[in-house]
């Protein structure tokens, strides 16, 4: 990709940095401030929104399943005989390490453990003992659903719709433009695309320093109640962007391929992963030969991790290898989210071109605050809590706009008389 010096989009561009660079600076200023008032929103949210969070997330899984499974599986991203840019090996890299990668590395042990052993009294409303073998299954049921099909449902659902809308319909490459479905032209002008636009960058660049602050509380856990909620709060946070994302690196696929390599593939990842190592951990813990659930209830929700790799053979090879591949997965998100950003603040920014660097390195490191920060200083729980808070934040942000893309998806897909012109039969090709 090519770099270009493109006008910036000022208008979306400062009131994001004035949110985004004050919550960093407040942090620093004033964190405990900054802790309650996002513990305030948290609270408000998901307990007056919780049962629309999960409706979203089924209707946003059905919906997936249509595209997958009808004709419109057919349409190929920027017409019959657009060719593709990646092949599918490195297409489906990108999208995992452009994901939830790092959610995986952190929560696989944990999440399991946190169910099992009820710390946070996630049983108790099902009437279920914990440390039983129905606890057990409960765990691991509970962390399929949350980490699974029902995410990448939503990141590909954002995803194929901005890839439609961009290459199909030529519309601007930004969130609003997804919406024109619904509200017209008029959404992309004026201060709507400006309103909306601008949520959808606070809403990843919170969820994206909640994601990372988690991320850096596991980390610094080894060198020294509404957990489903939150994972939704979470992945709609993403969503948006997410789906920018996405689209940019799908150009020359048809909408069938991009929801297997962009839903299929990694829901199917995340069902490996946390079978091997949520039953293992589990396992090690019904036989005494782990305490994971006490090193969590000690130290914190993403402290279970490292009880467990004690115990792995080679461990003292395998716990630095974990570190890195950490680092290695906060590095890659951080690019691709403050790259996204910037594209979003960049006037006439194209799936072919990189925005302004100094713009990235902006992003980069005001997320980088928000999430240190709220680790260091962000509650209880080595910080987790505040990230929790931060993340839910960032989700109840932009579930109106997300579920105004849901409805978008619907109606362009299903009952737009201009996308039957798209459903054809073509030939996969790939760029020399």
């Not at 390599?261 to 949520?278: K, M």
């Not at 006490?294 to 929700?301: E, N, T, V, Y």
């Amino acid at each position: 990709m090519k770099h270009e010096n493109k006008p910036i989009r000022w208008d979306v561009f400062i009131p994001c940095f004035v949110v985004i660079g004050g919550a960093a600076l407040l942090g620093i200023v004033n964190n405990s401030w900054l802790a309650s008032v996002t513990y305030t929103m948290f609270d408000w949210s998901l307990s007056t929104f919780g049962w629309l969070y999960q409706i979203v997330a089924m209707v946003t899984l059905l919906l997936a399943a249509l595209l997958l499974f009808t004709k419109v599986g057919k349409i190929r991203f920027g017409g019959p005989e657009a060719k593709a840019k990646h092949s599918f090996g490195s297409w489906f890299a990108m999208t995992l390490t452009g994901g939830i990668a790092t959610g995986l590395i952190t929560y696989g042990v944990n999440e399991v453990l946190i169910y099992y052993g009820n710390i946070y009294g996630e049983l108790d409303g099902y009437g279920i003992t914990p440390l039983t073998q129905e606890a057990e299954l409960f765990a691991m049921g509970r962390c399929f659903y949350n980490w699974t099909f029902i995410p990448y449902a939503m990141y590909a659902l954002s995803g194929v719709l901005i890839a439609y809308m961009y290459f199909n319909r030529k519309k601007q490459l930004s969130v609003a433009a997804s919406l024109t479905p619904i509200f017209g032209e008029k959404v992309t002008q004026g201060i709507w695309v400006v309103l909306v636009d601008v949520l959808s960058v606070l809403a990843i660049a919170l969820g994206l320093a909640s994601s990372l602050g988690a991320g850096l509380a596991l980390i610094g856990s080894a060198l020294v109640t509404w957990w489903t909620m939150y994972d939704w709060a979470i992945w709609i946070a993403y969503a948006p962007l997410m789906g920018i994302f996405f689209a940019i690196i799908a150009y020359g696929r048809t909408v069938r391929q991009f929801l297997i390599v962009n839903w299929i593939l990694p829901a199917s990842f995340g069902f490996v992963w946390f079978s091997v190592w949520g039953s293992t951990a589990l396992e090690w813990q019904k036989s005494g030969s782990a305490d994971i659930i006490s090193a969590i209830q000690a130290g914190g929700a993403t402290t279970g991790l490292w009880e467990f790799l004690k115990n792995v053979p080679l461990g003292m090879i395998i716990i630095p290898v974990i570190i890195l591949a950490l680092i290695a997965a906060f590095s890659t998100t951080a690019d691709t989210m403050s790259t996204t950003i910037a594209a979003l603040c960049t006037k006439g920014a194209r799936h072919d071109e990189e925005p302004a660097i100094w713009q990235k390195i902006i992003w980069g490191v005001s997320i980088g605050v928000i999430a240190c920060v709220m680790v260091a200083f962000g509650g209880g729980a080595q910080g987790v809590d505040g990230v929790k808070y931060l993340a839910a934040c960032g989700g109840f942000v932009v579930l109106v706009v997300f579920i105004f893309q849901v409805a978008a998806a619907f109606k362009v897909f299903f009952f737009d008389p201009e996308t039957k012109k798209d459903i054809v039969d073509s030939v996969d090709q790939i760029e020399a």
